[in-house]
């Protein structure tokens, strides 16, 4: 029977691995700790019936909602009763799969409340909103400014007297939009709000505010809240209640503004802490980092899901009786491969993320402030870099499995509708690659005065070099040596600054020069951080990597992943003069041969995401292979095929036959 075949064949596709595949788990958990905690972690969730979501299409709103709720509940039940360490707990979350209300209080809440709290009010709020005695949400973004944060409304005016601040919303504009959480579920958020004492406007500060009563949840006196309505797919990203928000003279405590970068003492004086003003943005530093780390899972997903159908479809041809599998056509490998190559190099540099994020906090701790702008630089742009990929990807995923991946049973609409707007929150992509070119030009500006450049753009002190440096490729061979890719990247990315910085500097005004180039500026931003993650994949590689056979296929990923950008952004390298076009040639077939050193890798290097079949929800990237009796076990679960003859036949359809049969007499 041809679905046993299709079982056969994956089994088959495995044995042809070249690599030890655990230890490729491992290496992709990022450890023995972390596989054994993921791996138990999704056993569980998948072995729950609460947490099914196959369902979730076809819900409306209000069911889907519920459903959600009820997850999240059960979830934490879950984690009390195992008493899950704080590892455990958001691995257990990330597995349930499905957008809440819990992931801005986690995500946001409480890093927000940690990073620009006191000792205090951490010591205050941190324990009620662990025990989830109160939840809490971000509420930032306003119906007229999101980008823009410090052109935001809201108004968190002092009131010396009774020792309080006034939290306002004086125009329609100013109304609080998009926050996760807020529409239904918080009892708090933390406001950001302009600070105005005595008059004076002392520009944006975080607050907390109660928005609904801990004891019946409506909202409390003068608080206007609700649901922004529907998103983009079904199911999707409906399941989190994007909340708006109006303010009308509420009322809080003094000690309720968040006070670690700037304080109202009673007598409504502004003091400036010895911080930087910057950490009021530090919350989305954080979470950027975080971003970027789920921007490898969301594209793995796509990624497993499309190799392992390429693997089972057949189209055409005829080998050995059979027609060819989709996988061994070289526009299908050209395609997908690259992919997979990122999706391994964005787990790596998620993976150095992390490491600067902890690097930069424990400095801060210790009042060094000097690594947070390229912090600031790193976490924006990889995750505009990242995201923006991804979210591609996932499209390009589903076109690769043809037809069935339109199905909402592929796993992939859903996968991209819930994915896409991570282009846009905490900060679109495009004005993030903005500030990462003003840290650039900044950087190169400061080059003649002494000023160093730190960790990314430590190579621009190698301007003069890197501006003349011919490409070392003679032969085929040379494009797979690590250090002259990643010198290509460099000199690719210097010679783009440095013309942005030259074209810049022709402008009487920074700010007109930063406007009229800002198309140039996004793609210097964008060689920068692709010279980032090509540089911290090979760095990786200069690791210990345990297993046979690993480190070889990691290699070729590597060079798979930085060859295809070449090729992408062929454009960049030539008009640079980095490489010539014979370079080039040489380039694309050393990556046709990668691609065919990949190939029989291709399914293991895929298992080693180690996904289970209810975190892909996808008939297409089953673990088995067997696609096709299940996708008929899929249709025949629609609810319109729950009766035979459909729900109105016989106002609808069976007029209008009717009618033809007469006209056809006639
Ligand atoms: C675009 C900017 C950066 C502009 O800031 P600005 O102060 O108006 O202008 P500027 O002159 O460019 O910057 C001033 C200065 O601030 C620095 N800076 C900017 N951002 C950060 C940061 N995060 N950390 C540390 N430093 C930061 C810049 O580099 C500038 O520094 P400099 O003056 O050059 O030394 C900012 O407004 C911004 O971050 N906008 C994006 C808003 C955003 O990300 N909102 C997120 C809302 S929450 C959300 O979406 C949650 C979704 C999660 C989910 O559902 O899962
Ligand atoms: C699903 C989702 C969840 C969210 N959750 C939260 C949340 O929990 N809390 C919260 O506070 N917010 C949240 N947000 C809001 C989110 O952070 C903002 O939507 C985001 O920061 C983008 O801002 P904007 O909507 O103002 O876009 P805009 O800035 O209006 O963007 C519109 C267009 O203008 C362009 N543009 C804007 N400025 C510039 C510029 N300077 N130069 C060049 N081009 C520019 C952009 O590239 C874009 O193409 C969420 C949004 C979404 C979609």
Redesign the pocket.
């Known amino acids: 029977m041809e679905a046993e075949a299709a079982v056969d064949y994956l089994v088959d596709e495995r044995s042809k691995a070249q690599f030890d595949i655990d230890a490729m788990k491992i290496i992709w958990a990022g450890g023995k700790h972390e596989f054994e905690v993921s791996d138990r972690m999704a056993r569980l969730v998948a072995s729950d019936p609460v947490f099914r979501k196959d369902n979730r299409a076809i819900l409306d709103r209000k069911e889907l909602f519920k459903n959600t709720l009820r997850k999240a509940a059960h979830a934490w039940k879950r984690i009390i009763e195992l008493r899950l360490s704080e590892q455990e707990a958001s691995k257990l979350r990330f597995f349930v799969d499905e957008p809440a209300y819990t992931?801005?209080h986690w995500?946001?809440f409480i890093p927000v409340i940690k990073g620009q709290g006191t000792e205090e009010q951490r010591k205050k709020w941190l324990p009620m909103a662990y025990r989830m005695q109160i939840i809490g949400c971000?509420a930032?973004?306003e119906l007229g400014h999101?980008?823009?944060?410090?052109g935001l409304e809201t108004t968190a005016t002092f009131d010396p007297e009774l020792d309080e601040f006034v939290i306002h919303s004086p125009t329609l504009t100013s109304s609080k939009w998009w926050p996760?959480g807020l529409g239904r579920a918080s009892t708090h958020a933390v406001v950001f709000a302009r600070l105005i004492t005595d008059g004076k406007d002392h520009g944006i500060n975080g607050f907390i505010v109660q928005l609904r009563s801990l004891d019946d949840h409506l909202p409390l006196p003068g608080i206007i809240i609700g649901d922004i309505g529907m998103k983009f797919g079904n199911g999707a990203y409906n399941t989190m209640d994007n909340g708006f928000l109006r303010f009308d003279h509420v009322r809080i405590p003094r000690d309720q503004m968040l006070m670690r970068v700037k304080q109202v003492t009673r007598e409504g004086k502004v003091v400036q802490s010895d911080v930087p003003w910057?950490l009021l943005?530090?919350t989305?530093?954080y979470?950027r980092q975080t971003i970027v780390a789920d921007a490898s899972c969301a594209l793995s997903r796509a990624v497993c899901i499309a190799t392992r159908y390429s693997a089972v479809r057949r189209q055409f041809g005829s080998q050995n009786g059979h027609e060819t599998q989709v996988i061994d056509y070289r526009t299908q490998q050209s395609r997908l491969f690259p992919l997979l190559a990122s999706a391994y190099a964005f787990r790596f540099v998620g993976e150095w993320l992390k490491w600067l994020y902890m690097d930069v906090t424990q400095r801060l701790q210790a009042r060094d402030f000097s690594t947070?702008?390229e912090a600031?630089a790193c976490t924006a742009g990889l995750k505009s870099l990242t995201t923006s990929v991804t979210a591609d990807a996932i499209e390009e995923c589903r076109k690769l499995c043809g037809g069935h991946g339109y199905l909402c049973s592929s796993g992939l609409p859903e996968l991209f509708a819930v994915y896409v707007p991570a282009c846009t929150?905490?900060?679109d992509n495009i004005?993030l690659l903005l500030?990462v070119a003003?840290?650039l030009m900044?950087t190169v500006s400061q080059l003649g005065s002494g000023e160093r450049p730190v960790g990314t753009t430590t190579y621009l002190l190698r301007l003069e070099h890197l501006l003349q440096c011919p490409c070392d490729v003679q032969g085929a061979e040379d494009w797979l040596k690590p250090d002259v890719v990643v010198q290509l990247f460099e000199a690719r990315s210097a010679r783009m600054t440095v013309a942005c910085a030259k074209s810049l500097s022709k402008f009487s005004k920074p700010e007109d020069g930063f406007m009229d180039l800002s198309a140039d500026l996004v793609s210097v931003a964008t060689a920068h951080c692709q010279l980032i993650v090509v540089s911290k994949f090979v760095e990786k590689l200069q690791q210990d990597i345990p297993g046979e056979g690993v480190k070889q296929q990691l290699e070729a990923l590597c060079s798979i992943y930085a060859l295809s950008l070449l090729k992408k952004h062929l454009g960049d390298f030539l008009s640079t003069s980095c490489i010539t076009s014979k370079q080039a040639s040489l380039a694309n077939d050393v990556l046709r041969s990668l691609y065919s050193q990949v190939r029989p890798n291709a399914i293991a290097l895929v298992d080693a995401f180690n996904y289970t079949d209810h975190f892909l929800g996808s008939v297409l990237g089953r673990y088995d292979g067997n696609v096709y009796p299940k996708l008929y076990e899929e249709a025949l679960k629609d609810p319109l095929n729950e009766s035979v003859v459909p729900d109105g036949y016989h106002e609808y359809l069976q007029p209008v036959l009717k009618q033809r049969l007469r006209t056809a007499r006639l």
């Open positions: 992931d801005l995500g946001m971000y930032q973004t999101g980008s823009n944060v410090q996760g910057q943005y530090g989305m530093v979470v947070l702008p600031h929150y905490e900060g004005v500030q003003r840290f900044k």
